[in-house]
């Protein structure tokens, strides 16, 4: 009995020994937040990856603008 109750200690030690390191690392002291931010984290990395791609869409955009834009300033310049 006394093992047993040696283990659950332990296991239980270990347990509150990784929620403080969590709680460290992520400045987060609100369990139900924690879990939250657990539970979400898929789904707002997911929404950050279709972000980045959309970022990197439009400066492709605006790279090829800037391009066609100098491409006209060259030409104007030639026709002055």
């Given at each position: 009995m006394k093992k047993k109750m040696a283990m659950e200690m332990?296991?239980?030690?270990?347990?509150?020994?990784?929620?403080k390191e969590i709680k460290t690392a992520t400045r987060v002291t609100d369990v139900q937040e924690m879990m939250k931010k657990f539970l979400t984290r898929e789904s707002t990395y997911s929404?950050?990856?279709?972000?980045?791609?959309?970022?990197?869409?439009?400066?492709?955009?605006?790279k090829r603008d800037n391009d066609v834009l100098k491409e006209r300033l060259h030409e104007l310049n030639i026709d002055s």
């Open positions: 332990q296991n239980s030690k270990s347990i509150d020994d990784a929620f929404q950050l990856l279709a972000k980045v791609s959309e970022f990197e869409r439009h400066m492709e955009n605006l």
